[in-house]
């Protein structure tokens, strides 16, 4: 699937171009063209000099083969694909029939891309990575409760070895910096047989994008505001890749338990009353008072011990 704002990138690495170049190199009307520099200027990666746009620096476009030789010998046990874009990455690994093993996939660009509960994960080119990894688990699916606080254990472990030091977990599947959020992880799976195939997706904000602020009408972090240097998006990926590789392999061999000490301690909520909002609706309020067996977040409220299987937190303060 292309991108124009991919294209038009590409196009402008040898230099400043007029539209009308830029038009006719990606196949594109002149109005689409203005379109794409406008939402591209806004990320502050292009320029507009009258009929002329330049890149204002270097574009770092995710790069497979950059990817697998920061992985190092991990990179043999799967297969990293990159693409300039699709609706979905989990909805792609998902519907993929052919090709076994481990299989990473990353866009540039997520026409579709999704959160939990169907919420729409947005994103604006470059300023992020986005990816999913599919493998499958010879476990039952009720063991695979924990999978989502687990892959956020090893995001935050990425993120916090490349600088970013304040980056926390807050229950079940958002990656957040100063409560403010830096990312997001999907997870969605499906019986094959006696096996469970999980695909698992990961989104982080590596730069700050007043643009999407502005469409998001809220703030939102950024590795960029927290990591000094910023790290760049191919080490992301493949540090946030090799963290996740790591950790789902000592998920299969141990457990959730291995798991429950480094999720609690990077809770950023962990000790302050929470207000839930449950599946149904309702809300339930509590101290936060770790995790149960399965992964479900416990509560301390006015009747004692309850465990949350699923909602969203919606409000969190001290005492």
Same mark, same amino acid.
């Given at each position: 699937? $292309? *991108? ?24 594109? *009307?002149?109005?689409?063209? +203005? ?8 990320? /502050?990666?292009?320029? $507009?000099?009258?009929? $002329? ?12 083969? $950059? ?23 989990? !909805? ?9 093993? !481990? ?13 939990? @509960? ?23 699916? @009720? ?8 892959? /956020? ?9 490349? %600088? ?14 100063? %409560? +403010?959020?830096? %990312?997001?992880?999907?997870?969605? !799976?499906?019986?094959? /047989? ?30 960029? +505001? =927290? ?48 207000? =839930? ?5 309702? =809300? =339930? ?7 149960? +067996?399965? %992964?479900?977040? @416990?509560? @301390? ?8 299987? *699923? ?7 001290? /005492?």
């Amino acid at each position: 699937m $292309r *991108s124009q704002a991919l294209d038009l990138l590409r196009a402008l690495e040898t230099g400043p171009r007029p539209l009308a170049a830029l038009a006719e190199a990606c196949d594109v *009307s002149m109005a689409e063209v +203005e379109r794409s520099l406008a939402r591209l200027a806004a990320t /502050g990666f292009v320029a $507009r000099e009258g009929v $002329r746009a330049r890149l204002t620096a270097p574009f770092e476009f995710l790069d497979a083969e $950059r990817i697998s030789a920061l992985l190092g010998a991990q990179a043999r046990a799967l297969t990293i694909h990159v693409h300039d874009a699709c609706p979905s990455t989990n !909805t792609a690994l998902l519907a993929q029939e052919t090709g076994e093993g !481990t299989q990473a996939l990353f866009a540039e660009e997520q026409s579709a891309g999704r959160g939990r @509960r169907g919420r729409r994960w947005l994103s604006c080119v470059g300023t992020g990575i986005t990816f999913s990894l599919r493998r499958e688990f010879d476990l039952p699916l @009720r063991e695979l409760s924990g999978l989502s606080l687990v892959a /956020g254990v090893a995001a935050v472990r990425a993120l916090r070895a490349l %600088g970013a030091h304040e980056v926390s977990l807050k229950w079940p599947n958002d990656l957040l910096v100063r %409560g +403010e959020k830096l %990312g997001g992880i999907l997870i969605e !799976t499906r019986a094959r /047989g006696a096996a469970v195939r999980a695909v698992i997706g990961i989104g982080v904000n590596c730069r700050a994008t007043p643009g999407l602020e502005a469409r998001l009408r809220r703030r939102i972090a950024s590795l960029d +505001e =927290v990591a000094s240097p910023g790290p760049s998006r191919n080490e992301v990926a493949a540090r946030v890749l090799k963290e996740l590789l790591d950790a789902l392999d000592a998920f299969e061999a141990h457990g959730f338990d291995a798991f429950r000490n480094d999720w609690v301690a990077m809770h950023a909520h962990e000790g302050r009353r929470l207000r =839930v909002r449950l599946a149904d609706g309702r =809300v =339930v309020a509590g101290v936060a008072e770790g995790l149960a +067996e399965n %992964g479900g977040l @416990r509560l @301390r409220t006015r009747n004692g011990l309850r465990a949350v299987h *699923s909602g969203r937190v919606v409000s969190a303060r001290v /005492g």
